[in-house]
């Protein structure tokens, strides 16, 4: 008899996507969901009626909705890595958003032949605690939010009627130090894999032992079920991304253990970096006699990376500083519901900036990020815990450490390791074992098992103890030390440690509000101000950060620093310092764009060092400052350009030059006793020759009377999840930005679209994302339209008090 799963297969005719395999079928399980807020005595039960709750897509994010509240999950407590000692009310920690409590998904699993099947349910993260039930019968339990984990469910699946998933998901109270989101925030999967014979999920493993221009050798460790014992010819291919053959071999292994492994040599392979992202599928057949029993492809690149004393980080033969940014996993208005064409903006906007890598900070990635990332041309810090035993929240992964920490290592590294953008694994960030007795023994347990797991990368940790680190072994026992912040400690930590170079694991931590310029213009430490923002002049920081050149100049000066990752390179959800006790503020001022994705001026700093292959001129503050006629505003340029002139309504306020000897005109050139007249300021650049190459203006802008719409891209593809992220700025009748705007907006789009989500990069705004109506703030704000599962036009019309309609037309295929 065929069995199968389930009977209501018009039910999955629309919402499922799969893709099939000569011998696997994967079922993305992405529409049909119900979902209730809450706990719900007997939900996991296959009669439960769940008739009224309501219906979602996965990934999904429960809590971005809001409303913003100032009572939930408000932490009164000292933040010791912060250096605080007495608690104090701290607000907007994790965003204020709703993410706190349980919240139960149901679904029905898709009908399929189930005859000779193992069925695995896979899940990339899901917010936390996760139990899961399959017709009513608890299947397993998965407590860490941030990781990947499957079940085997074939024991739990009735043949011949409707199979049932439920998921329990709980978020405690003081769990966090940011907004982790809720929920099924990242995708759900159903695959069925042959029973008698099939490489389970993560079986392959593909590394480059021999790596270079004229040859690379590739090895492919595949794990076979069920193959004990047997003889199997097994058919491995390497194809380029084109499809075509590159390397082959055809083989019996007779008596086969458990894996199989070959070597297979490519001749001029094209390798793998950032600057040319190539990639090769390694495809596994494997025959039973004649009987094709299955297939497994994996997608992978070829390149060597190593850290040495003598050349720091290296890859593939060449030495390079690493040009990184730390990122949150949140999306912004999105909350932490995983979209691609979300994830494929912020890194292209990295990307354009210079940067070259990305630290998953401070947990693990999702398989989305990294894929985009291989594609891309990122290299990765992949992390896996800001918490060990010792607490920094109350309730966090502390609970769990000493249970699930292998599980869970086990789990990061087997689903990514075959990604050629992760180029380290970090087992954790600033904890506080750093700085204990028992801090080595646990260190040097976590980095074995990544070695284990995958002997090909180095191990790394995010420290902020540095000293303590030393002198307790914690840090020369590392492969790679991480150094956050204290740039004062660099060359002692250098000199005392046994590995002869330094990464600056977590770097910046600058802290500016997006089109906000505060006077005097001096530079400080945890400056705050009573509207709740912080001076895009980019000289305020932290009592434990710094300023980006501090980390330049040792990067530039110190052959033994191999890079950094800059805190961060987006405003995140949660963790409003230097307003962690200031209402409303709710979002992050660490990031070099703004919660919307909108760049801030430190935006330019960073590219103006970072990308080489383009120009960059860029000016600050903007030209609009009515009243302060006559006082003096100081104006910067972020330039690679050596030096420029500077022109104020066509009057010369001399050249500047970048000074190596001075530590803020070393890579910003400045002109800080301008005084303030309405018009034009001009810059022009002179490269190293003294000849003017480019030269930009801006404009006092008058009032507002009009829109510009511009999105990030014109076509979206007709999937039902698809984005556009739209600018929208308030222009005078000239068209210059009108940098002081605060009018509301209203949105609304017609046709093959909906409208998702808006934001404006206020960290003190409390207006809810999703609604379709949010003042501008400073001129600016973001958009973003989601494709509907039709294609065909749409238009976004965007209206505002006294400010002309503008109307925006896309489309879909
Ligand atoms: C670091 C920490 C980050 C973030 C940052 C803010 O110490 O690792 O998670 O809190 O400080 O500056």
């Known amino acids: 008899m065929k069995k199968s799963i389930g009977t209501l297969v018009f039910f999955f005719s629309f919402s499922l996507v799969f893709c099939q395999s000569h011998s696997r079928t994967v079922y993305h399980l992405t529409d049909g969901w119900s979902f209730h807020r809450g706990d719900f005595v007997g939900a996991e039960s296959p009669s439960f009626d769940d008739g009224n709750w309501s219906r ?45 409590g349980v919240g139960w998904y149901r679904t029905v699993l898709p009908q399929a032949d189930l005859d000779n099947k193992k069925a695995i349910l896979l899940f990339e993260g899901a917010m936390s605690e996760a139990q899961v039930f399959i017709n009513g019968q608890k299947v397993g339990f998965w407590p860490y939010g941030y990781n990947t984990f499957h079940f085997d469910i074939t024991a739990y699946l009735n043949p011949d009627s409707r199979n049932i998933l439920a998921v329990r998901l709980e978020n ?112 596994t057949k494997i025959y039973d006699g004649e009987r094709l029993v299955d297939v497994d492809s994996v997608r992978f690149g070829i390149r060597e990376v190593r850290v040495t004393p003598e050349e720091g980080f290296v890859l ?26 979300a994830l494929r903006r912020q890194l292209q906007l990295m990307k354009d900036m210079g940067a070259d890598a990305i630290r998953t900070a401070h947990n693990m990635p999702s398989s989305w990020q990294m894929d985009l990332c291989d594609e891309m041309g990122i290299m ?44 380290m694994w970090s087992i954790g960030n600033e904890v506080p074992e750093q700085g204990r007795a028992d801090g080595g023994r ?54 005392k440690l046994p590995q002869g170079f330094i990464l600056g694991s977590e770097t910046a931590s600058t802290v500016s509000s997006r089109g906000v310029y505060k006077f005097p213009v001096v530079e400080g430490k945890n400056k ?111 330039t690679n350009q050596p030096e420029a002139e500077l022109f104020i309504n066509g009057k010369s306020q001399g050249r500047r030059k970048k000074d190596p000897s001075s530590r803020l005109d070393r890579y910003r050139l400045r002109w800080n006793d301008v005084i303030y007249e309405a018009g034009t300021v001009k810059v022009v650049a002179y490269n190293s020759d003294g000849v003017a190459v480019e030269e930009k203006e801006m404009k006092t802008a ?10 990030d891209r014109q076509t979206l593809s007709a999937n039902g999840e698809d984005l556009v992220f739209v600018t929208v700025e308030v222009v005078d ?81």
């Open 702 to 711: 008058g009032k507002p009377a009009g829109l510009r719409l511009t999105p």
């Open 380 to 423: 990765v810090v992949a992390e896996s815990f800001d918490e060990w035993n010792y607490p920094k929240t109350k309730n966090g992964y502390n609970l769990y450490f000493d249970q699930w920490a292998e599980r869970d290592l086990v789990n990061l590294i087997r689903c990514h390791r075959n990604h050629p953008s992760i180029v």
């Open 316 to 341: 593939n033969g060449k030495s390079r500083k690493i040009k990184g940014v730390c990122l949150h996993h949140d999306l912004g208005p999105l909350g932490a519901a995983l979209n691609k064409a």
């Open 442 to 495: 646990i260190a040097k347990r976590l980095q074995d098992i990544c070695h284990r797991e995958d002997p090909t990368r180095l191990v790394t940790v995010g420290m902020d103890r540095i000293t303590n680190a030393i002198e307790n072994g914690f840090a020369p026992l590392l492969d790679i030390p991480g150094l956050n912040y204290r740039t004062h400690l660099y060359e002692s930590a250098y000199k």
């Open 528 to 638: 705050t101000y009573p509207d709740g923002q912080s001076s895009s002049y980019d000289l305020e920081y932290c009592s434990w950060s710094n300023l980006p050149e501090d980390d330049w100049i040792l990067q530039d000066d110190m052959d033994w620093v191999i890079g950094e990752f800059v805190w961060t390179g987006f405003d995140y959800l949660g963790e409003p310092t230097p307003y962690d006790e200031y209402w409303p503020s709710r979002s992050s001022y660490f990031g070099i764009c703004d919660l919307a994705g909108i760049p801030k001026d430190r935006y330019y700093l960073y590219r103006s060092r970072w990308n080489t292959q383009e120009n960059t001129l860029h000016l600050l503050p903007h030209w609009n400052w009515k009243g302060k006629e006559g006082d003096t505003i100081p104006v910067y340029c972020y």
């Open 56 to 100: 979602v897509r996965v990934p999904h994010d429960w809590a971005i909705s809001g409303p913003f509240d100032k009572e939930v999950d408000k932490q009164i407590v000292a933040i010791e890595q912060n250096g605080e000692k007495v608690p104090t009310e701290k607000t907007g920690r994790t965003g204020s958003l709703p993410y706190v």
């Open 733 to 813: 009748k000239e068209g210059n930005l009108c940098p002081t705007s605060d009018t509301p907006l209203t949105f609304d789009v017609n046709g093959a679209g909906r409208f998702k989500a808006a934001c404006n990069g206020d960290a003190t705004s409390l207006v809810q994302f999703q609604q379709p109506n949010m003042p501008v703030f400073n001129g600016k704000l973001v958009v973003i339209i989601e494709s509907g599962e039709v294609a065909g036009d749409m238009v976004l019309r965007v209206k505002g008090k006294g400010i002309k309609t503008s109307l925006l037309r896309l489309n879909s295929q």
């Open 172 to 283: 405690r109270a003081l769990s966090s130090r940011w907004y982790p989101g809720a929920g099924l925030y990242r995708p759900v999967t159903l695959q069925l894999l042959n029973k008698a014979i099939s490489v389970p999920i993560w079986g392959t493993t593909v590394t480059t032992p021999v790596v270079s221009e004229e040859y690379a050798r590739v090895n492919v460790k595949t794990k076979i079920d069920g193959a004990k014992g047997r003889n199997l010819r097994v058919v491995s291919v390497i194809n380029d991304l084109n499809g075509r053959v590159v390397g082959q071999q055809d083989r019996m292994f007779n008596n086969i253990h458990h894996f199989i492994e070959e070597n297979i040599e490519i001749d001029q392979p094209n390798l793998w970096s950032p600057e040319s992202p190539a990639l090769y599928y390694a495809v």
